[in-house]
Structure formats: structure tokens, C-alpha cells
């Protein structure tokens, strides 16, 4: 395309190669004397400068006061450019004002929301990259709104290992931000997956009770809500409790997300025996599964009844294990799995000599040595030995016990379940 100067002279189209050279661009090899090079364009000298200034910034009736340019920011945000363009100074002003109003927070990351549209540099941190994300998608900045999200999101995801003792965001903002809907769907899923892993500090914190019906219903909808099944119980019941929950349906919606096959024996007595249940139908179906499931889960002929989500256990995050754990661990179900896995391993093993095997006594941690004792006297070959080497004594077995878990106040679940199944009856029918 030919250009032409006020003149009427003819000036070589700047965008495009000399004639009769092929263009060649930074970082393919020279052919020509032609190459065509380009610098990052960044104006950070002109921040807040008073050369060339024709627009003055005003955020929150003279709060922050800047020196702007017009041509720049109008380059970097439509918005902006937007609000510029029907800018006018009045007689007494020697350049336009543009008053700006911004949220507290927002207004004390103006300067960083400003310094990057000028320089393409911001510095990022936990404590203010919401307000400047917020302002990057007011004025629909984009390369700042994906460095903020991308920021956002790493420090959510560094926040779902419970046991990384890295620090993010409160769970207050953490619920903000889900329940607001301000954010992308990526964001949200990341607060819902933190707010799982975290659910144990979730439901003593005083952010609990101001939490949304639908933030609590999806919460205990999930696999991954990092509590036992009797905690989560209480802390629905606790929820309900604090907000006045009187509706009935909102109540049932609640509490068939309660899996109770996943409860202790003594609860489900409680609760049945005291009938909590009886005007919630739907509630009061999956408790009776659940005593069928206590009673009958070891019948091989019935395990086809117990699938489904009211089954399925919910995922745990641990740093280390508890006593609960330890328990479960040396039950006599686990002792069992454990020493037929050690039975196969060691008729596995032709290679290895049975005395070689006895000279290391030391079992593995899960299984108990009388069951480990039992394995060895199978071998001929420690007949033999054991009139040349006895045996060590065997330490006694440890009774099994299995409490109700801790933190479980079913007296107080149960009672104002049973309070409002009286309160909601006659609307039942």
C-alpha cells in the first residue's frame, strides 16, 4: 500500500519489507540484509509523570491522585478509553479530571493496577492479588487478569494438600469467592476442592454458620469432605441449628447427603430408637438400609443390596495417623489381609532359604507376631531350628477396640432433628 505525505510525496510503507526482499523475522537466519527485529513496547517512564500529561487521575474524590496519558491507557483498556473519550476539562482546569470510584481495597492497589498498564510489570501477593484481579476485570485488562488467575489458582491448589504448610487465603475469602461467583469456573472448583480438604476447620470456624444452604449441600455432597461421617453429621445439625432451618425440604436435602452406612452401630440405635426421622420418609428409608448394612455387609449373598453413593467412603486427608487409624489398622480384618499377603509372598520366595527368612524376625508393622509365629512354624525347615534356636515369646494380642469416634454430640444432632420433624409434621401431610 502506498502511502503519501501532505506533500504529495510517495514514503515506503514502514510495515513491510524493502521492495524485492523477502521478510525475515527475529530469530530465523539472516538471508538478506533485511531483518525485521521488535522491542516489547513499555511506557514505565511516563508513570505518573508529569511530561506529556494530559489526563488526571482521581480515585475516591482525591485519595490517590495520578498523572495520566491518555493515549496509553486508552491503548491498554477499552474501558478506559471508553470513559476518556467523553471526558471534558471545564475553563478551569488545565487538563481533565477523571474521577474514579473504587472499593477501599481496590483503591490501595490502584498505583500497581496502573504501574502495570505502563510498564507490563506487577508484583503479586496473597494479600492483594483479589482487589487487583477485581480491577483488572473492571476495566477488562486482560494480560492481568490472566497473570491474577493464574496466581489465584496456584495458590488454591498448593492450599488442597492439608499437609503443605504453605499459607493462601482465609476461609472466609475462600467461601467469598465460591459463593460470589465473580470468578471462573476453574477458581470456584479449586475453592470447593480447598473447602473439602479443609472442612473439619470449616465447621468449627464462626464463618460455619453464615455459610449458604447451597454452599453446605454441596459440601456434603462430596466425596472428598475431609471428615469422619459422624463430624459431618453434627456440623450439618449445628448448621441448621444456628440459622433457624424450619423448612422442611431444605432439611431432608440436608440430610440425605448424610451417609449413614458410614455411621457407628450406637448411633444408628439412637437415632432409630428415638425415631429423630419418622416425618422426613427419605431420611428415615436410608437409616433403616443403614441397620441392614451393619447386620448383614458380612452375608456374601447381600452384598449386591449395599453399592451406591450411601456406601462409598469418604476420602480422609491425614497428615499422619491418629488413633482411629492405628485401630483400623490392626483389626482383625486388616491382620487377616495382611498375613495371607504374607503367606503368598513367602510360598512365593522358593529361592530364599527358610532360615535365612527366620534369622530376620522383625514382621511387618501391620501384622501381629503370633499370626507372623503361625506362618513360620508351617516351614519343615523351622521344626528343625527351633531345637537348636528357640522361639521368641509371642507378645499378647491386643483386644480390638472401636469407640465412637471423637467430637460426636448425638444427643444434641439427634434432638433437633426430632424437634423439627415435630415442628414440620403437620406440613408434611
Known sequence: MKRFSPSGQHYPDPSMPPENAPEVTE??????????????????????????????????????????????????????????????????????????????ECSMVFSRFLYFIYSGAVWLHRDYVLPLHSL????????????????????????????DGCRGFSLDIICDIYEGNLYSDEICDLCYKVLCAKFRD??????????????????????????????????????????????????????????????HRKVLYHLQKNGV??????????VENAVRYHCFKDVPEARDDFVGIQFTKRTIYRTRPNSAENNRMNSPETLSSSSQNLSRSVQSQTHCSPAVFIQNPQPP??????????????????????????????????????????????????????????QTGDRSS
Open 27 to 104: 530469530g530465523q537466519p539472516l538471508t538478506t540484509e533485511s531483518k525485521k527485529v521488535k522491542t516489547n513496547q513499555s511506557f514505565e517512564s511516563l508513570f505518573d509523570s508529569e511530561s506529556l500529561c494530559d489526563v488526571i487521575l482521581s480515585v475516591n474524590d482525591g485519595q490517590f491522585v495520578f498523572r495520566g496519558h491518555k493515549m496509553i491507557l486508552g491503548l491498554k483498556s477499552e474501558i478506559l478509553a471508553t470513559m476518556l473519550n467523553e471526558l471534558h476539562s471545564s475553563e478551569t482546569q488545565s487538563r481533565p479530571v477523571l474521577s474514579l470510584k473504587e472499593a477501599p
Open 136 to 163: 483488572a476485570e473492571k476495566y477488562q485488562v486482560k494480560p492481568l487478569i490472566q497473570h491474577c488467575h493464574s496466581y489465584i489458582s496456584q495458590i488454591l491448589f498448593n492450599m488442597i494438600d492439608i499437609s
Open 202 to 263: 470449616l465447621s468449627t470456624s464462626e464463618r460455619w454458620p453464615l455459610c449458604s444452604w447451597h454452599l453446605v449441600s454441596d459440601l456434603l455432597k462430596c466425596d472428598d469432605c475431609n471428615a469422619e461421617e459422624n463430624v459431618i453429621l453434627t456440623s450439618a445439625t449445628e448448621w441448621m441449628k444456628k440459622n433457624q432451618l424450619a423448612d422442611k425440604n431444605l432439611i431432608e436435602d440436608i440430610l440425605v447427603n448424610i451417609r449413614y452406612p458410614l455411621l
Open 277 to 286: 426421622f419418622k416425618n422426613f420418609p427419605q431420611v428415615q428409608e436410608l
Open 365 to 422: 508393622p501391620v501384622v501381629e507376631s503370633q499370626i507372623y509365629s503361625n506362618l513360620i512354624q508351617e516351614s519343615p525347615e523351622y521344626l528343625r531350628l527351633r531345637e537348636v534356636v528357640p522361639a521368641p515369646p509371642s507378645p499378647p494380642m491386643q483386644p480390638t477396640v472401636s469407640p465412637i469416634p471423637q467430637l460426636y454430640n448425638v444427643s444434641s444432632a439427634a434432638n433437633y432433628v426430632q424437634n423439627a420433624s415435630v
